[in-house]
Every structure is written in C-alpha cells, then in structure tokens.
C-alpha cells in the first residue's frame, strides 16, 4: 500500500475584504495576487458590493460576528503567516476585526484603507474612519495609502466637530512626510504613501516609519486609470511578508510586481483598466 505524503503548503495569508463581482478589486483581486506569489490565501468576506468597472452602486456590510467566526474558524485551523485588511464596511466590523487581530500579536498585519472606490464612491463614513484610526492603526504593521488617504486620514476626523464646515484648508496636512509621521504617530510602525495622485511624470511611493524615510521609488508612470491597483499593492505586500521578506524588502518587491500587473493591464468593460496579476504567464506568448 503506498503511503499519501503531503507536500509542505505554501505560506498562508489570512485576507479581509469586500467582494467584487468585476474581478479587479476586492477580495478576488486579493487572492489572484497572492496566488500569483505563490501564497494561499484565506478570505473573509466582509461586505458584499455592487459594482463593474466604472464604479460602485451599493454595498452590503457582513455581520460584524459573521466576519469575527469566518476569521477565527480558519486562524484556529491553519497557520497564518500574515494578515491583509481592506475594505471593512461597518463600524462594528472594524471593532470585529480588531477585537481579532489582537489575539494575534505576532502576525505582520497590512492594512489597505479603502475609502472610496476608483471613482470617487464613499465606502468609509467618518466614523468608520475614527474606529479605524482608533481599534486598526496601532495593531498595523504597514499602513498602504494613496496620497489622498493619507491626508484624510492625517486629518484625524476624531477631533472634529459634528456639523463643523471645513475652513479653506481644512487641517489637511499638504506635506505627506507630515501626514506618515502623524499616522505613525497613532500606532502603525510603517506607511507606505503611494504617489499616484500626486503630480509628475513618474509615480513616487515612499515608505516611512519612526526614523522617517526608509526608501523611496519612482515608477513610470503608465497611460490609463486602473481599478484594483491599491488591492494588489497591499495584498502582495502581504505575500511577501508572508514568504518571510523584511518590511523593507516586501515593499520594494510589491510595488515591482504592481507596476508589472498595471504594466500589462487589459480593459474588459466600458470602465477602468484591470491589473493583469498573472501577467508571467503570458510573458512566452509576447
């Protein structure tokens, strides 16, 4: 009788996030990514969304104890090497995952603060915004916003009054050195700013943590708008850590891959350009 050897699985990483029926965003994007480096990915699902490549429509939030019991389920049964946070949904879902999360100190943890969708949707209300700067920033690891994020999140909502009208500059904070530092200051022990939205004729993503800038790298900027290209940062971010790189290292490696995906991007409907993330399997064919 032969005797069935398992084969040693591949590093494990634990993904919440809202679906997308398109394919380009969400938590099919985030397994397609980490698939495509080799990892498996666990998904939570934490809201289910309407959209197509244009925008948003609506979205569904899971039950907060919906998500906490699909993530303890799957972290009380594998072995997690790391976890990747994007769309939320609800208040009480941040709380959730929190609440999660905390038990599992050691876990490198990227978090990906969706605010809105490509085209501008809202999916995080203020409040969703304080419980998160409040219960996930200070269990983060590596925080992945776009410039934009990063000063609405540097605004730091919390302080502000209900109903108050923003004054012209609104405490923005315009300088994104200042903004990591700040957000820094509220827990994460790096952020990597993307610079996508910013000016120029190359894209410049910076990374920071306590001592400032860790490394900084341009990119080409590429024609065209692209949906899904933060989910694949964060996720393969994530991957990365998960196949035992450094913070450092994983950044650097993640945004070589992103800029490969958008590289090689198609457009498959009447909206935004899709990240091609198995772009190596068509490299022969080209």
Known sequence: MSTFVSA?????VLVFAGTDPTGGAGLQADILTLA????????????????????????LPMEADWIADQARSVLEDMPVAAIKI??????????AIAEVVSDYPDIPLV?????????????????????????????????????????RLAEDP?????????EADSG??????????????LGCEFVLITGAHEQGAEVVNTLYNTRGVVHRQSWERLPGSYHGSGCTLAAALAGFLALGQDVAEAAKEAQAYTWKTLKHAYRPGMGQFIPDRMYWAHEDDE
Do not use: Y
């Open 8 to 12: 040693t699985p591949p590093p494990i």
């Open 36 to 59: 495509s480096l080799g990892c498996h990915a666990l998904s939570v699902v934490t809201a289910v969304t309407v959209q197509d490549t244009v925008g948003v429509d609506d979205f």
């Open 86 to 95: 994007g769309m939320i949904g609800s208040v009480e879902a941040v709380a």
């Open 111 to 151: 978090l990906d603060p969706v605010l809105t969708s490509g085209r501008g949707d809202t999916l995080a209300n203020e409040e969703l915004m304080s419980a998160l700067i409040d219960l996930l920033l200070p269990q983060t690891t590596v925080l992945t916003p776009n410039s934009i994020e990063a000063r």
């Open 158 to 166: 919390v302080e502000e009054e209900e109903g108050d009208e923003p």
């Open 172 to 185: 923005a904070v315009a300088d994104l050195a200042a903004c990591a530092r700040q957000l820094i200051d």
